[in-house]
């Protein structure tokens, strides 16, 4: 069963820093076996940055030193557009996938940002999953496309702005909703600074198997992919 870690960490506006943070997490996942350890959206700070950046392939390094994957938010600048991205690194230390935010949020994603165009499934050594980025949890059947093409675990790294006049509850439901109505295993991962809500959780679709709240730290849930498959037969919600 792969064992999932959620990093809820602060977010500075100096790069170096962020790296540091992140970095600082996958030792800490590392030493508590995690295969995965999924850090907030924009993690790295508001700098653009090329794929190539020695900032990432600082991570990429730790990450084939400790044999761990990890996912982390970047804005990523590519042919003078910049992305809004979430960047998989397997346990080799390798650029597996850079997923593009879709569904930018009105007035609140940066300036100059451009939306990607699509998504996919990746096969990991411990199982199939999908990445989406904040915002694109509101378009549920986005979403379900990646469960109906075989995701089992779908990780949403965000960066939840209080004060965008949307309930704070509506942030807290959907990661149990979402896990629902893929069955599948949804993993959301915001940050903790004084302007979001700082709340991550890790949920089956049938309840919450950890979370934390209002504080900087770490989390982990081991995750039993086989229920994926009999709550897919039993319930049959992807048809």
Not at 70 to 93: P, Q, T
Not at 156 to 168: D, F, H, R, T
Not at 189 to 194: E, L
Request: glycine share 6%; charged share 30%; aromatic share 12%.
């Amino acid at each position: 069963m792969p064992r999932i870690a959620v990093a809820q960490i602060e977010v500075f506006d100096d790069v170096s820093k962020n790296v540091k943070k992140v970095i600082d997490f996958i030792e800490k996942a590392s030493l508590k076996n995690a295969d995965i350890v999924c850090f907030p959206e924009s993690c790295l700070g508001d700098s653009f940055l090329s794929i190539e950046s020695i900032e990432i392939q600082k991570i990429q390094n730790k990450c084939e030193e400790k044999s761990i994957y990890c996912i982390f938010g970047a804005h990523i600048k590519e042919k003078n557009k910049v992305y809004n991205s979430a960047i998989l690194v397997d346990r080799l230390g390798k650029i597996q996938c850079v997923y593009k935010k879709v569904h930018l949020f009105p007035g609140f994603d940066l300036e100059k940002t451009s939306p990607g165009k699509g998504n996919k499934v990746i096969q990991t050594d411990f199982g199939k999953i999908g990445i989406i980025i904040c915002w694109d949890f509101a378009f549920p059947e986005y979403v379900k496309k990646l469960s109906k093409k075989g995701a089992q675990i779908i990780f949403c790294p965000s960066y939840l702005l209080k004060g965008v006049k949307i309930n704070e509850e509506v942030f807290r439901s959907y990661p149990l909703t979402r896990a629902f109505e893929n069955l599948a295993y949804f993993v959301s991962c915001d940050a903790f600074t004084d302007e979001v809500i700082g709340e991550s959780f890790i949920c089956s679709p049938e309840k919450v198997l950890n979370s934390i709240k209002k504080r900087e730290g770490i989390i982990f849930a081991e995750l039993d992919l086989k229920k994926i498959a009999q709550f897919r037969k039993r319930y049959n919600c992807l048809k």
